[in-house]
Each structure stands twice: as C-alpha cells, then as structure tokens.
C-alpha cells in the first residue's frame, strides 16, 4: 500500500533553448518565486503556494516524456516494495540533496515520482 502525503510538484517541459523565455513567462509575467538552485537536468523551480513547479527543456518530439506529478509520501521504501511487488518496473533519476525519489510509469506511459523528504 501506499501512503499519500500530498502533490509535491508538478514538472512541465519547454522546449530547449526557451529558459528566458520561461523566466519571463512564470517568473515576470505571473510573478512565481523562483527557488534558486542547481536543480538535476538545469531546471527552473517555482513555488507555487505549498506546490512546486518544475521546468525542464525537452526535445520537443519525444514519445516518453518527462513530465510528470510528483507526489510525496509516508514510506518510500514501503511504496517501492509494494510497487515491485505489482510487477511495475522502478526506475531512479539524479540525487537530489535532502530526498529520496523514484519514477513508474502508469499503463498508458505516463511518468510519476513518489518521493519522501529526510529528516
């Protein structure tokens, strides 16, 4: 079983090249905070309320995708075992400083991270 704390993030993709043109868009237009930071894969975080956005450039014609909702957790490794445990294959991404993660993908391809914050 897994246990569901909250959604944590959201990531969503631009296309290479566009990170000013995002700033502008997120950061100015909407006014976001950006969280500083060296994020995994040189994306651009915002808060947004108690849920964080994600950017991410992308090629822009790829059929498994990066996008994905992050949700946070009580138990990762809990959840990892019962996910195993499903036949749903693990897969894991850079180390993020203060976390554990992994992703699944959903039968139709899509991504999802589970995640849980250390202590």
Known sequence: MIRFKRLDHVA???PIGKKE?????????LQLVE???????GAIWYEIAD???HLVEEEGDTKISG???????????AAKAYLISKGIEIAYSSVITGRSRLFFRD???NR???LEYEQ
């Open 21 to 29: 043109e995002a700033r502008q868009f997120y950061g100015s237009t």
């Open 12 to 14: 969503i993709m631009i």
């Open 67 to 77: 996008r994905h909702p992050a949700f946070e957790v009580t138990d990762l490794e």
């Open 51 to 53: 849920v964080q956005l």
């Open 107 to 109: 039968p139709f391809g």
């Open 35 to 41: 969280i500083p930071g060296n994020h995994p894969r």
């Open 112 to 114: 999802v991270e589970l």
